[in-house]
């Protein structure tokens, strides 16, 4: 067997170029030899890869098909043309194969049975270097992404290639998103020490090019009109969802986080639907979990937590947010810069934070300088110190956080904040980008990828691409006979 191999190796050009390549070196005196070592170890690499190639093509040609027909999902396909090369891109470089189409019966595009029963992806990527493209643009631009190859000597994924890879598979990962993310699931344990699950829920903004549009198209109109009122919030962005899903001990030590993030959407539908999925997949092997629901004190996010399933869940807000307007509320009273009120507000946040009934004694200062501030001439000031009042007020039985702490339970969402800030801001809204479409597929990437999800994902990925073919070598009556068995 293993002179069968050498004899198979010694017939490849690149593996007669490799020991050229050794030999020459082998000639060559250690130390003063006509080729460096960092040029010997550029030749190695590439004449390794050139031996890889030719092997990789060898093999691939193994899945190709010579039959007069075949059946694929049930429809036959008619060998239409004589073998046809074509150039692939693999992890060590572009291999030559030649490959047999197959047209409809009924007439149509033609299909590749060998690209079918490899699993080769968008019709020019070997699954391993579609795998590492797709990874690696979950943290790079497809610049950057192509320019990693290039120095690691592998020539072949253009900055084009890499931009469309994602987002080719993301419209599968869609079309197969729920079942697949249950699978995903149903691979994972809780952990056996796992005492609350904390589900959080946040956005992002991130320029987005259909917003930018609408917004210049909206100051246009106003400009005409003679109006210099500008539109409020950012424009240009729209609101990317990130949620979270994490596992506590009972001393609130976070064991495992699950990290959503969804592209803009109607009130953050499909995001809220796989947060339920997700603890909803918990708390059936675990009802015995404390459910936490974690978040600012936005509106939108506090409806979502008022489904039935949160109904006996503990609903805090973020105490990062509440100190957050607390710091607000008194600036707004002594001023930016004012001494005093640096020390009152860590004075505030202390007992918010750590002394039972914190909220209410919080409350009751603000109120009392609200009504200290009715004399005053700076309006909006007052103005502000009210709001940042009403806010406490309305948030009120969501700040309990010494009786949280003494239940072993969170009180901050830096878990979704972190969220934010990896899975969105990180990736999306680097220096000059704005985006039209693309954002879904770097989001799930890097959902899958922060959550220790990426490897049986891609497993499910990789799978989809590869494709039964079944070879019909039968001719005349017999075969219609075998045709219509198979149909039955």
Known sequence: MRQDITSALSELASFAKLQDLLAARSNESCAEGKMTFEAFEVALGHAVRGLENELKAADLARYDVEANAVMVDGQEWRKCLEQQPKTYLSASGPITVGRNLYRPVEGGKCLCPLELRAGIIGGLYTPVLARQVTYLMGHLTSDETSKVFTELGISGPSSSSCDRLPKLLSAVWESHREPWESALRHQEVVAAEAAVVAVSLDGVMVPDKDAQRVAKATREAAKKQGLSKQCSGPAGYREVGCGTVTLFDADAKQLDTVRYGRAPEYKKQTLTEQLDAELASILTVRPDLEVVALADGAEENWRYFERPVYDKATKIVDHGHASQHLRAAMVAYYGEQSVAGRAEYERLRIIL????????????????????????????????????????????????????????????????????????????????????????????????????????????????????????????????????????
């Open 353 to 488: 934070r750590d002394q039972p009934g914190g909220a209410d004694d919080v409350i009751a200062v603000l109120a009392r300088l609200a009504r200290k501030m009715r004399g005053k001439t700076n309006k909006q000031r007052r103005k502000l110190l009210n709001a940042e009042l009403t806010y406490f007020t309305n948030q009120r039985e969501r700040l309990d956080y010494a009786e949280y702490q003494a239940r072993g339970l969170p009180i901050g969402s830096g878990m979704v904040e972190a969220a934010c800030k990896t899975l969105a801001t990180q990736r999306l809204k680097r220096s000059g980008m704005s985006w039209r479409d693309g954002k879904q597929a770097i989001l799930t990437v890097r959902s899958l990828q922060q959550s220790n999800r990426w490897a049986a994902a891609w497993a499910l990925l990789s799978a989809h691409f590869r494709v039964r073919v079944i070879e019909v070598r039968l001719h005349g009556h017999l075969r219609e006979l075998v045709l219509a068995k198979k149909a039955a």
